[in-house]
């Protein structure tokens, strides 16, 4: 059974920085596409960032220039480093990565940013 476990969340301040880590276990296969997700209270699940194994990424258009996705492939994890935070980025965040034809999801991480 393929597990994700992140950390990292937290509270801070606009303008500050949180690193969240998304660490699988339990699968014998490489951990495919993978990224984090959103969900802010009263709105729908959005993607914050994804990263193919080979390194490629994509970016909400609402964090570009601001969060930068990255892997480590050796140790089934993925990272996500948010700069320059603003209120609007207080959600649950959650990691996903697609092993073989299925998406497994962690179980979320608050990330809170204070005015």
């Known amino acids: 059974q393929v597990q994700l476990v992140e950390s990292g969340g937290g509270l801070v301040q606009a303008g500050g920085s949180l690193r969240l880590s998304c660490v699988a276990s339990g699968s014998r296969f490489s951990i495919n596409v993978a990224g984090w997700y959103r969900q802010a209270p009263g709105k729908q699940r959005e993607l914050v960032a994804g990263?193919?194994?080979?390194?490629?990424?994509n970016y909400a258009d609402s964090v570009k220039g601001r969060f930068t996705i990255s892997r480590d492939n050796a140790k089934n994890t993925v990272y996500l480093q948010m700069n320059s935070l603003k209120p609007e980025d207080t959600a649950v965040y959650y990691c996903?990565?697609?092993?073989?034809?299925?998406?497994?999801w962690g179980q979320g991480t608050q990330v809170t940013i204070s005015s």
């Open positions: 996903f990565g697609d092993v073989g034809v299925r998406t497994y």
């Open positions: 990263i193919t194994p080979g390194g490629t990424t």
